[in-house]
């Protein structure tokens, strides 16, 4: 008899924690409070691979992004700044966002360096969890303007490199 009830009072836990545990669980899995301040790692935006990513989310709706990264290529390396304000429909949570910022990039070896700086429009998607992890995803466009170069005394500037397709993605952590 005993074993019987304990059998039934098992089930039915099982039952109401099957049943209950895929909304439990989804409400907990989004972020439940604003955390103003985050750090993470971001690629993209046309400055590099290895970057990181600082985040100031100041009011409602919108977050200061400061993507800083270092970059390698044919010889140069560099590094690139990419500073941006990103609208978020939604001031909590997961939420679709459009950034426009601000890109410098500058590259060299021993005998050269150059540099060029731009804008950019980004619309992505960002996940907050609530364990304060971010994952942002985004893609738009950058309109690099002159590229400016200086090899010894000489110095050489291009015409602008025009518009260009750009993605992001990052990972955050919010404290």
Same mark, same amino acid.
């Given at each position: 008899m005993r074993a019987r009830v304990l059998r039934s009072l098992c089930v039915t836990a099982c %039952?109401?924690?099957?049943?209950?545990g895929?909304? *439990?669980?989804? %409400?907990a899995a989004e972020e439940v409070d604003v955390e103003k301040v985050g750090v993470g790692y971001k690629v993209g935006n046309g400055i590099g691979f290895v970057g990181g990513d600082?985040?100031?989310r100041a009011?409602?709706?919108?977050?200061?992004?400061?993507?800083? *990264?270092?970059g390698?290529?044919?010889?140069f390396t560099g590094y690139g700044v990419a500073p941006m304000v990103q609208f978020e429909l939604k001031p909590l949570g997961h939420t679709p966002y459009l950034g426009i910022g601000f890109v410098y990039a500058a590259l060299g070896n021993e005998s050269t360096s150059g540099w060029a700086t731009g804008f950019l429009a980004n619309a992505g998607y960002e996940w907050r969890f609530a364990s304060h992890l971010g994952v942002l995803v985004g893609a738009g466009i950058d309109d690099l303007g002159s590229v400016h170069a200086r090899s010894g005394d000489l110095q050489a500037t291009t015409s602008p490199a025009g518009i260009?397709?750009?993605?992001? %993605?990052?990972v955050r952590w919010f404290f």
């Amino acid at each position: 008899m005993r074993a019987r009830v304990l059998r039934s009072l098992c089930v039915t836990a099982c %039952a109401v924690i099957l049943s209950t545990g895929p909304f *439990a669980l989804r %409400a907990a899995a989004e972020e439940v409070d604003v955390e103003k301040v985050g750090v993470g790692y971001k690629v993209g935006n046309g400055i590099g691979f290895v970057g990181g990513d600082l985040v100031w989310r100041a009011v409602p709706h919108v977050t200061l992004d400061a993507q800083l *990264a270092y970059g390698s290529s044919g010889g140069f390396t560099g590094y690139g700044v990419a500073p941006m304000v990103q609208f978020e429909l939604k001031p909590l949570g997961h939420t679709p966002y459009l950034g426009i910022g601000f890109v410098y990039a500058a590259l060299g070896n021993e005998s050269t360096s150059g540099w060029a700086t731009g804008f950019l429009a980004n619309a992505g998607y960002e996940w907050r969890f609530a364990s304060h992890l971010g994952v942002l995803v985004g893609a738009g466009i950058d309109d690099l303007g002159s590229v400016h170069a200086r090899s010894g005394d000489l110095q050489a500037t291009t015409s602008p490199a025009g518009i260009r397709f750009n993605l992001e %993605a990052g990972v955050r952590w919010f404290f």
